[in-house]
């Protein structure tokens, strides 16, 4: 898989791209990254890659002339059509459900805005798919393309290691995950469930279960919700 990002701050990524799971899955070109500086295709001396807003009003507006000569250039090493996405607080909210089906993608360009905004043009004839992270405004979409990077990566075939399994992760399931412990057993006076030191594999495996329910239920009374018409929906096939 194949991530070009488009960016005012290439910088960011620098220790992005190599720690942990990503840069081993990058280290091993389970998925691989471009990063491209908005500025380089800026054409005056003075690289200016903004200007001010039509109709006025307050910020700076990244031009379009930069980002469709990036899109052009990516698209020239690219053998399909790659997928076009805009990280902004106007986007569809990312859910797992999304990075699942954004893994079938073999190409993401991923333009990060900075400023007020972008034109609107870049919206409208070079993005196929907006993307929020949540409901608050960062100050830029650098960080929610990483977001969305890891989230990718660490699902892709073989970018996680047995022990770092995903197979507990909470949303493919839609439940949380049960409470961990390790040693020591004992800790200033705080113990681990007996259950889990008892070696009972079965019955951890049900206090497993129970613990992500009941946590669930608690936290995320919606999450809950939603498994409960998860569950009656595949016993009714
Ligand atoms: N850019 C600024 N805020 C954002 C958000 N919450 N999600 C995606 N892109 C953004």
């Known amino acids: 898989?194949?991530?070009?990002?488009?960016?005012?701050?290439?910088?960011?990524?620098?220790?992005?791209?190599?720690?942990?799971?990503?840069?081993?899955?990058?280290?091993?070109?389970?998925?691989?990254?471009n990063i491209w500086d908005l500025r380089n295709y800026a054409t005056d001396t003075f690289k200016h890659i903004d200007d001010v807003p039509f109709g006025g009003g307050s910020g700076m507006i990244i031009k379009p002339d930069p980002i469709f000569k990036a899109f052009d250039e990516i698209e020239t090493v690219s053998v399909e059509k790659p997928h076009r996405i805009f990280f902004t607080p106007q986007g569809k909210p990312l859910?797992?459900?999304t990075v699942q089906r954004l893994m079938n993608y073999k190409h993401i360009v991923l333009l990060a805005g900075r400023?007020?905004?972008?034109?609107?043009?870049?919206?409208e004839h070079l993005i196929d798919e907006e993307i929020s992270i949540?409901?608050?405004?960062?100050?830029?979409?650098?960080?929610?393309?990483?977001?969305?990077?890891d989230a990718i990566i660490r699902r892709l075939?073989?970018?996680?290691?047995?022990?770092?399994?995903?197979?507990?992760?909470?949303?493919?399931v839609g439940l949380l995950d049960a409470p961990h412990y390790t040693r020591p057993a004992e800790?200033?006076?705080?113990?681990?469930?007996?259950?889990?030191?008892?070696?009972?594999?079965?019955?951890?495996?049900?206090?497993?279960?129970?613990?992500r329910l009941s946590r669930t239920k608690e936290k995320r009374p919606d999450l809950y919700e939603e498994y409960l018409i998860q569950l009656e929906e595949n016993k009714n096939g």
């Open 187 to 211: 800790y200033r006076g705080f113990s681990v469930p007996p259950i889990l030191v008892s070696g009972h594999h079965k019955k951890i495996e049900e206090w497993k279960l129970n613990k």
């Open 1 to 33: 898989m194949r991530f070009d990002v488009i960016t005012t701050m290439p910088n960011v990524y620098d220790s992005f791209k190599d720690t942990g799971i990503v840069g081993r899955a990058f280290r091993s070109e389970i998925a691989q990254i």
């Open 157 to 172: 075939p073989g970018a996680v290691s047995d022990d770092e399994s995903t197979d507990t992760d909470t949303f493919p």
């Open 95 to 97: 859910k797992q459900a």
């Open 115 to 123: 400023y007020k905004g972008i034109d609107e043009r870049v919206r």
């Open 134 to 149: 949540g409901d608050y405004v960062l100050s830029g979409g650098d960080l929610p393309a990483m977001v969305l990077m």
